[in-house]
């Protein structure tokens, strides 16, 4: 018999008993990608060669969970450091006290109190602001409230803006301005809408003038207003208001120098006449009610001497304002003074 040494055959033996091992490979087995085996044969998979009976069971294989979390059911990871329910920390400490900052801009003050470890407010907000910063309030404005102003809020209080209006006068006020020519005569008017509106012909004083045959208005006469009526220099009532407008003065008894001063007193006598100016030592002027010259033919014009005058209201009929040929001055002075 042939005796093989031991050494020599072990080799051999090794990989002999290798290839057969990975000839016939286990079906009970499989492999994660991390090496742990898993069991997928079944039921009967004790029977199958290669068997692992060391695999642990799959509740028992769980992966550890991070650092604080904890494992929770199916693997589902939960935190555990934030905290929950009573485990919330109080946001103060109990009993305390202080200001915290409100109002429109933040710059009030509410006392709060620390309760159950919150803060509860105790008052009311102390804010010293009437306005938040940066807003703009539009007010109406103005003589008739037609304007707008627009005041800016600035530093929590409001800063009155410039009113822009566009009415000039208050609506129903009336004025005197002046007129005419070199701006010397006045002109009644009245606010609407916020304007000044002319009411009636600009009243520009002056005299009358008989300028070749013909009375020609002279504005502005600086005579006009100095407080003596003038006829003879071409004053009228009309003309110049201001010194020869008498109103329903009485003529009667008023002094004068000769007729032609009583021209423009009222007419209160009976019936048509003239004017005369009578008397010796204390002339005035005295009222002659007769129809022996007004409107009586060969007459019926308009008398004006110094010794006796017709007027307007003594004899309408022969003295109705008319353009006609002059003669003087005094002779325009029942004409109605025309606007400038």
Known sequence: MRHVALLSILPFALLFA?????ATPS?????????????VAGPDAEDVPGT??????AEDRLVPPDEGQEAVGDDVPVRTDVPVGDNVPPACEENGIRGAACGLNGAGLKPQSCIGGQWVDGGPCQDPDACTDSDILAQPCGLNARGQKKDACANGQWVPGACVDPDVCKDGD??????????TGTQAQRCKNGKWVPEGACAQPGRWSCQNNACSPIYGDPACGDGACDPRGGESPTSCPADCDFGDTEGQGQPCNDAIDCAFF???AQ????????GFL????????????????????????????????SC?????????????????????????
């Open 52 to 57: 692992r009976e060391d695999v642990l069971p």
């Open 282 to 313: 204390r002339r005035t002027c005295n009222a002659v009610a007769t129809t022996q010259y007004c409107g009586t033919p060969g007459y019926d014009y308009c008398y004006l001497d110094a010794s006796a005058i017709e007027t307007t209201q």
């Open 316 to 340: 309408p009929q022969d003295c109705t304002p008319q353009y006609l040929n002059c003669g003087s001055d005094l002779e325009c002075t029942y004409l109605d003074w025309p606007a400038p």
């Open 266 to 268: 009222a007419w209160h």
């Open 27 to 39: 079906l009970s087995m499989d492999f994660q990608p991390g090496g742990v085996p898993l069991d």
């Open 174 to 183: 009336a004025t005197v301005a002046g007129c005419g020519k070199g701006n």
């Open 271 to 278: 019936g048509p006449g003239y004017w005369e100016c009578a």
């Open 18 to 22: 290798c290839g057969a091992r990975h």
